[in-house]
């Protein structure tokens, strides 16, 4: 009437994706690696641009400056490769989760339609052990002392016996198979409740893998294009110089002569700047402006720097700062001042050409030379960081650069002592 070797139980559950499959804690420890790394070659870099302004020797200083930076570009390539091992090790992991997060979806999907089929024969079961129920009740089915009492013979007694005893039985196993179901039905509900939750956490270290890979390749990028800006530089560094070197050799006692010409003449706008200064000191004449902003934004590559150069045959009394497509570029004031001085008129190849210079007070001074324009006249109160002038090649300048520096008392100082990092 009844047959219990028709239910459908479903075979054992397949074990979810979980973390540990992936090796995570593996995964992270070699991302760590690889920044620290990555980190470690970032030091080396910055300590090697440190290196470089502890040098003097205007020949030495630029071949210093060149073996740095091609250490630096080589620290870039490495940085570079670093980052390609990240990427490919991220690319991987993030492969081997949309793998398991696919799967994981598989199995849930299977797992949600087992439990329903599963969830539907229960029901039915359950119904038919109720109609089975009802029709024995309806039916007045008799109890075993009647089926005893009831029997005219021993043999009768005994097949009457054994059937109400396998109508039992029947009922109990069928009885236990259905609670057997419901707890099997109960643990399918509990591991599909996991299985979601390790997904969960699967897609979550997936999104993460994700933008760690978008920053790495992001940063990639910046390094490769680092890396072609660097050679760039020491490229323009060394021709600049082996120009500047050239034409001072080719012309050197004319060069030297124009030079101490135009030193002299600038030595006398500062002692009639000092003068002007001291005759209109109201007694309380300081510098207060502290360090000084970088004079020429967007642009830090220095191609010759303060103190003795081409083998201590000409002293640099400031600061060359130049760039690619520096031409045209605005100058700024590198500190609150007034513009004392401001010269136009210039010989081509010869001086500082077209330049200004800024009172700072308290015997402080900036001077930007070799320009193209001047946006400022004398007796013009900037501010820091005011456009004050455009970037040329005027005067003596095998091309377009900044000279910039800075005077106290109208003597010469090294820039770099008073400066700030580049903007």
């Known amino acids: 009437m009844l047959c219990a070797g028709g239910l459908v139980l479903g075979g054992a559950p397949s074990s979810p994706v979980l973390a540990d499959d992936l090796d995570m804690d593996e995964a992270k420890d070699q991302i760590a690696s690889l920044n620290q790394t990555y980190d470690q070659l970032e030091k080396q870099k910055k300590e090697l641009a440190n290196k470089i302004y502890g040098v003097q020797s205007e020949k030495k200083r630029q071949s210093e400056e060149k073996n740095e930076l091609e250490q630096q570009i080589s620290l870039t390539s490495q940085q570079i490769e670093v980052l390609t091992e990240k990427i490919s090790y991220l690319d991987g992991q993030i492969q081997q989760q949309e793998e398991a997060i696919e799967q994981n979806n598989e199995d849930i999907a299977a797992k949600e339609i087992e439990i329903e089929e599963k969830q539907l024969e229960i029901e039915h079961n359950e119904e038919l052990l109720k109609q089975r129920i009802r029709r024995s009740y309806m039916a007045g089915d008799p109890t075993t002392l009647e089926v005893l009492l009831g029997s005219d013979s021993f043999y009768s007694m005994l097949s009457s016996t054994t059937m109400v005893t ?21 643990d399918d509900h509990t591991y599909l409740e996991n299985l979601r939750e390790e997904n969960e956490r699967i897609k979550e270290s997936f999104e993460e893998n994700k933008a760690e890979n978008e920053e790495a390749r992001s940063l990639q990028s910046e390094k490769a294009e680092s890396l072609e800006e660097d050679v760039a530089k020491i490229r323009s560094s060394i021709q600049t110089l082996e120009d500047t070197e050239r034409e001072y050799y080719a012309n050197q ?9 135009a030193q002299a003449e600038v ?4 002692a009639m700047l000092e003068e002007m200064r001291k005759q ?32 201590n045959s000409d002293f640099h009394t400031g600061l060359d700062i130049s760039g690619s497509q520096c031409y045209g570029k605005t100058v ?39 320009l193209s324009a001047i946006d400022v006249n004398v007796g013009d109160v900037v501010a820091r960081g005011t456009p004050i002038a455009k970037v040329g090649a005027t005067g003596w300048a095998t091309g377009p650069h900044l000279h910039f520096e800075v005077r106290i008392d109208g003597k010469t100082q090294n820039p770099l002592s008073y400066l700030g990092s580049p903007s």
Request: net charge neutral; hydrophobic share 35%.
């Open 166 to 186: 396998r109508m039992v039985n029947r009922d109990k196993d069928f009885l236990a198979e259905l609670a057997e179901q419901k707890l099997s039905l109960q």
């Open 253 to 261: 006692a004319k060069i030297q002569k124009e030079m101490q010409e």
């Open 267 to 270: 030595t006398k706008i500062y």
């Open 280 to 311: 209109n000191q109201s007694g309380n004449d300081e510098y207060t402006g502290g360090q000084f902003g970088w004079p020429l934004p967007g642009y830090s590559m220095l191609t010759s720097y303060y103190g003795w150069r081409f083998n």
């Open 332 to 370: 700024v004031a590198a500190n609150p001042g007034t513009v004392a001085f401001v010269n136009t008129a210039y010989k081509a190849g010869v001086g500082y050409g077209i330049y200004l210079i800024i009172d700072h007070g308290g015997g402080y001074s900036t001077l930007y030379a070799h």
